[in-house]
Every structure is written in structure tokens, then in C-alpha cells.
């Protein structure tokens, strides 16, 4: 066991000193908002809030951290569905939205370099505008790069790009004896030792914290196009996604929405959708640089989805029409989270086994009797499984969930994936990592956590026990 230090008034004053008394805070407002995510686990306060703005901001604060056993959580936008940002130790929630700056666009060598506070959109939005794209876009865009990178972080185009640890190149990073490293740089290519920035990626603030990022760009292909496939039944559209891989279409997305879904989601928009009354639904985007090329992937895409049990093929090909499709996608976590209570297993499998994972996540449904809605990302083979009570009695709600989670993830598991395929595993999800990786590696990433961080202070309790 770890034993952690008193966050004293002494301490809060040095605090104060370092980022100035207004951004120090324990305020009952500030430290309930800094207490939790967007995941369904319960709060936990830190004993204070700190924002940074600069890098030797986040070291001087860390230093002190070191100095006196104090826990640190680094916390982006606290839109992480893990639980990853809650302070479960108490001690320091320490907030990087004041580092928001997109310090650079470097146009030749295709990268931008920001501060970890910046939010996704942003990049977006400038980078866009210059005809260039940062391809990873996890649904959730207020979420901040620093967060994104903590958690490795998909989204829509993982199929096509890969995902947020594709295009970091470079990272500054504040040690947890407060030293800051940097790691990569604007390279392409980079073959010197051990990858300290892919150990840092996806770690969920356990290691490091990242106080600037160099991130890759690609050209912004000019024309996109989305179809939106109603299926006969299930397993069908489940069948179709791998089958369009096989006929070398690679769309940049390719979602997999059930009936439940649709139907929620136009509840929630008060919209309504080409098409409501198929049990499944494919939303395929091609996208590239002729109106030519974007016509011959749709038009082959559309051949394999009829072929394969589709019933249409709507083409989306105006921006607003395709904006209608993707509003409707882009709700349906809030959508659900508006009608119920919900938990979800963000499971990734190959992607020619999702019919097996959906067909065993629709099973599991029927036999426990609550709402298992399967959906998202299943071009690359990471859907969202969604679970909500439903019928079911309150009491028998906490157990059948857990019985849930743990059937789907099993499932996941026995078909070759992967627990979690973007959100990480924060506090919700690390009580099944032994199960998937066994204990020589969860050990092995033990002695990295320690390596890195021998006092155990940042953001303890995350991801796997320390032991
Ligand atoms: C509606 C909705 C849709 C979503 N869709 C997607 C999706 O499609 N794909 C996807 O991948 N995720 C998705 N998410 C989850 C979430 O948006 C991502 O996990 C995102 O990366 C979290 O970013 P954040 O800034 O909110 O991080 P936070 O929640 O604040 O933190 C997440 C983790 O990163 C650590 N961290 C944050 N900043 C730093 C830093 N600077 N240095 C070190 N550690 C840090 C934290 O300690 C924590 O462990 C969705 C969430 C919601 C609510």
C-alpha cells in the first residue's frame, strides 16, 4: 500500500504562488466538476483543483506533488467514459484546459504542434481551413487532445487512418519527479531505442503528463459522400462490413446502427431518418479527391451491401445531408443516457468476427432482460456495446449489469479482442485486464509504473492495481 501526504495550507499557498491564487481552487462547485467523467462511476473529489498554464507550471506543481506524496490526476475535459479522471486518491486534480493553444501549423512537414488543453474541434476547425485534416475524431469533441492522447483515443475514421497514437509524433511530457522530457519530434521515421512516447500514449495519465503534442496532418481529400444502407436483418449488415473490405472499398467509416438506435436517435432529434424500420442500418463515408473516385467506391459499395441483404442505398452527397446522417450518429450516447440509465462495453474484435460479437451481445440482452444496444465503429471492428436497464427491476440492476459487462468482454475476448478499442480502462474497465493480457504482462507493465513513477503519484488506481 501507498501511503500519500497531507495537502496542507502550506502546500495550497506554494500552489498559489506557482499559478496564481485564482487558479487554485477547492471551491464545493469545482471540486464536485473535477470529481467525475462522463463514465457512470461515482464521484471522487480531489482535495484541490489546479490549473496550469505553462509547462513549468505543471513541473513546479508536480515537484511539490513529488516532494510530499501528494497524488496528481491529470484531467483534459473530463468526457472520458472510464472513469480514467477521477481522483480516486484525492490530492491534486490537476486541469490542462488553460493550456489550449495551437501553437503551430507546420504546412511542410505536414504537422501541428498544440498544448494538451486544446479541444479536438479546434484542431479540426483550423486545420480545415487550410485544407489539411487530423483524422483522428473521437465522437465527443469537446474532449481535449491532452485526453485523447491518454487514451489513445479512435473515433469514425479509425478504419481508414488508425487512431490517435497513428499521428503523434513528439511529446513533452512532465515526469512525476516533476522533470520534463521530450520525446519524438517532427519525424517520420524514428528507430532510436525503446518508443518511451508509445508507453506514454494510451496511459492514462499513470505515467506522465503531457504538456505539448506534435501531431501528424494529412491533405483533406475534397469530396465525401455517405450512404445510409437499411438491412433485412442483422446479421446481414454485420456480414457486409468485412465483405466491403474484401471488394477494396476502404470507406473512412463505417458505423453499424440496430433499429434501437435509429429509432432513438430520432426520438431524441425530434427528426427523422431516411428509413426506420429495418432491424440494422450501415452508415458508409467514402471520401477522395475526384467526384469520379468517390462514385466508383459508392457505387461498388452500394453493389455489395444489396448484394449482401440490403434493401437501399441512400447516397447523402450534399454537406447538409451528410450532416443530418452523422447529427444522428454522433447523438446516440447522449440520446440513451436521456431515456436511461447506461453503462457500455467498448469492446474492438477483428473485423470479421462483429456478427459473432453482435449476435452474442443480443443474446446476452434476451437472456438477462435489459437493453444491449450494439453499435458504432464496426469497420474497425470496434463496436459500442450500450446497456440499459430497461424492464428490469431496479434491484436486480447492479448485478445484472456487472453479469453484463463481464459476458460481453468475455465474449470479446474468446472471439481474439480486445476489452476496450478507445476509451481505456480507467477505473471501470481495469478489474478485467488479467483476463485478457495475464499476469507476466499486467507484472511487466507493473515494473513500468514503477519505473516511471516509484512513489505511485499520478493518478493512482488507474488501469491495473499496483499492488
Ligand atoms: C458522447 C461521447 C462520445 C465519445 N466518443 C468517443 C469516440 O468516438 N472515440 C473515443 O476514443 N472516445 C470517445 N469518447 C470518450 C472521450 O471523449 C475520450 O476518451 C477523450 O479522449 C477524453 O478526453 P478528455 O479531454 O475529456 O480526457 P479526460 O476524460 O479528462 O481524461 C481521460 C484520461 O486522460 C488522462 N489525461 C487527460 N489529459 C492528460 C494530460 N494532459 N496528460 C496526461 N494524462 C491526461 C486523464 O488522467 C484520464 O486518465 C466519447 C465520450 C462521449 C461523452
Known amino acids: 500500500m501507498y501511503e500519500y501526504g497531507l495537502l496542507t495550507q502550506q502546500i495550497r499557498r506554494e500552489l498559489e504562488a506557482i499559478v496564481g491564487?485564482?487558479?487554485?481552487?477547492s471551491s464545493s462547485d469545482d471540486l464536485e466538476k473535477h470529481a467525475i467523467d462522463e463514465s457512470l462511476e461515482p464521484p471522487h473529489p480531489p482535495h484541490v483543483v489546479v490549473k496550469p498554464r505553462r509547462t513549468l507550471e505543471v513541473s513546479e506543481i508536480i515537484k511539490i506533488a513529488y516532494r510530499e506524496k501528494i497524488p496528481v490526476t491529470p484531467q483534459g475535459s473530463r468526457t472520458g467514459l472510464s472513469g480514467g479522471s477521477h481522483p480516486v486518491q484525492g490530492?491534486?486534480?490537476?486541469?490542462?484546459?488553460?493550456?489550449?493553444?495551437?501553437?503551430?501549423?507546420?504546412?511542410?512537414?505536414?504537422?501541428?504542434?498544440?498544448?494538451?488543453?486544446?479541444?479536438?474541434?479546434?484542431?479540426?476547425?483550423?486545420?480545415?481551413?487550410?485544407?489539411?485534416?487530423?483524422?483522428?475524431?473521437?465522437?465527443?469533441?469537446?474532449?481535449?487532445?491532452?485526453?485523447?492522447?491518454?487514451?489513445?483515443?479512435?473515433?469514425?475514421?479509425?478504419?481508414?487512418?488508425?487512431?490517435?497514437?497513428?499521428?503523434?509524433?513528439?511529446?513533452?511530457?512532465?515526469?512525476?519527479?516533476?522533470?520534463?522530457?521530450?520525446?519524438?519530434?517532427?519525424?517520420?521515421?524514428?528507430?532510436?531505442?525503446?518508443?518511451?512516447?508509445?508507453?506514454?500514449?494510451?496511459?492514462?495519465?499513470?505515467?506522465?503528463?503531457?504538456?505539448?503534442?506534435?501531431?501528424?496532418?494529412?491533405?483533406?481529400?475534397?469530396?465525401?459522400?455517405?450512404?445510409?444502407?437499411p438491412f433485412e436483418s442483422t446479421k446481414d449488415a454485420a456480414r457486409t462490413v468485412?465483405?466491403?473490405?474484401?471488394?477494396?472499398?476502404?470507406?473512412f467509416a463505417l458505423e453499424y446502427l440496430p433499429r434501437h438506435a435509429v429509432l432513438t436517435a430520432e426520438k431524441y432529434l425530434n427528426k427523422t431518418l431516411p428509413d426506420n424500420s429495418h432491424p440494422a442500418y450501415l452508415l458508409i463515408g467514402i471520401e477522395g479527391n475526384s467526384e469520379t473516385e468517390v462514385e466508383e467506391n459508392l457505387e461498388t459499395a452500394g453493389e455489395v451491401c444489396i448484394e449482401m441483404g440490403g434493401v437501399d442505398a441512400f447516397v447523402a452527397?450534399?454537406?447538409?445531408?451528410?450532416?443530418?446522417?452523422?447529427?444522428?450518429?454522433?447523438?446516440?450516447?447522449?440520446?440513451?443516457?436521456?431515456?436511461?440509465?447506461?453503462?457500455?462495453?467498448?469492446?474492438?474484435?477483428?473485423r470479421n468476427r462483429i456478427p459473432d460479437y453482435i449476435e452474442g451481445a443480443d443474446r446476452v440482452a434476451q437472456e438477462k432482460g435489459v437493453i444491449v444496444s450494439t453499435l458504432g465503429h464496426a469497420?474497425?471492428?470496434?463496436?459500442?456495446?450500450?446497456?440499459?436497464?430497461?424492464?428490469?427491476?431496479?434491484?436486480?440492476?447492479?448485478?445484472?449489469?456487472?453479469?453484463?459487462?463481464?459476458?460481453?468482454?468475455d465474449i470479446a475476448l474468446s472471439l481474439g479482442g480486445t476489452i476496450s478499442g478507445e476509451h481505456g480502462l480507467g477505473l471501470a474497465k481495469k478489474r478485467y485486464l488479467t483476463r485478457q493480457v495475464g499476469e507476466t504482462q499486467v507484472e511487466l507493465m507493473r515494473a513500468?509504473?514503477?519505473?516511471?513513477?516509484?512513489?505511485?503519484?499520478?493518478?493512482?488506481?488507474?488501469?491495473?492495481?499496483?499492488?
Not at 491564487?21 to 481552487?25: Q, R
Not at 468485412?242 to 470507406?251: A, F, G, L, N
Not at 516509484?454 to 499492488?467: E, H, S, V
Request: proline share 5%; aromatic share 6%.
Open 21 to 25: 491564487a485564482e487558479n487554485v481552487s
Open 317 to 350: 452527397d450534399t454537406a447538409q445531408r451528410q450532416e443530418q446522417l452523422w447529427e444522428a450518429r454522433k447523438c446516440l450516447f447522449d440520446a440513451y443516457k436521456a431515456y436511461w440509465e447506461i453503462d457500455e462495453v467498448d469492446a474492438c474484435v477483428p
Open 242 to 251: 468485412s465483405e466491403i473490405v474484401r471488394r477494396k472499398v476502404v470507406p
Open 379 to 409: 469497420g474497425d471492428g470496434n463496436v459500442h456495446s450500450l446497456i440499459a436497464k430497461g424492464e428490469l427491476p431496479e434491484e436486480e440492476w447492479p448485478t445484472t449489469l456487472e453479469a453484463v459487462i463481464e459476458e460481453l468482454i
Open 448 to 467: 513500468i509504473k514503477r519505473a516511471f513513477d516509484p512513489l505511485n503519484i499520478m493518478n493512482p488506481g488507474k488501469t491495473f492495481d499496483l499492488l
Open 91 to 229: 490530492g491534486i486534480a490537476l486541469s490542462l484546459e488553460r493550456m489550449n493553444d495551437i501553437l503551430e501549423i507546420d504546412e511542410e512537414n505536414l504537422m501541428a504542434v498544440v498544448e494538451p488543453g486544446v479541444l479536438i474541434m479546434d484542431l479540426h476547425e483550423e486545420t480545415e481551413k487550410l485544407g489539411l485534416l487530423y483524422p483522428p475524431d473521437p465522437g465527443q469533441e469537446s474532449g481535449s487532445l491532452g485526453g485523447n492522447i491518454s487514451t489513445n483515443a479512435g473515433g469514425v475514421r479509425g478504419m481508414k487512418y488508425g487512431v490517435t497514437r497513428d499521428f503523434v509524433q513528439g511529446l513533452e511530457a512532465v515526469l512525476p519527479n516533476g522533470e520534463i522530457i521530450n520525446v519524438g519530434g517532427k519525424l517520420v521515421k524514428d528507430s532510436t531505442a525503446y518508443s518511451l512516447i508509445d508507453l506514454i500514449i494510451g496511459s492514462e495519465g499513470t505515467l506522465a503528463t503531457v504538456t505539448k503534442a506534435i501531431l501528424r496532418l494529412v491533405p483533406k481529400p475534397r469530396h465525401t459522400a455517405l450512404l445510409y444502407v
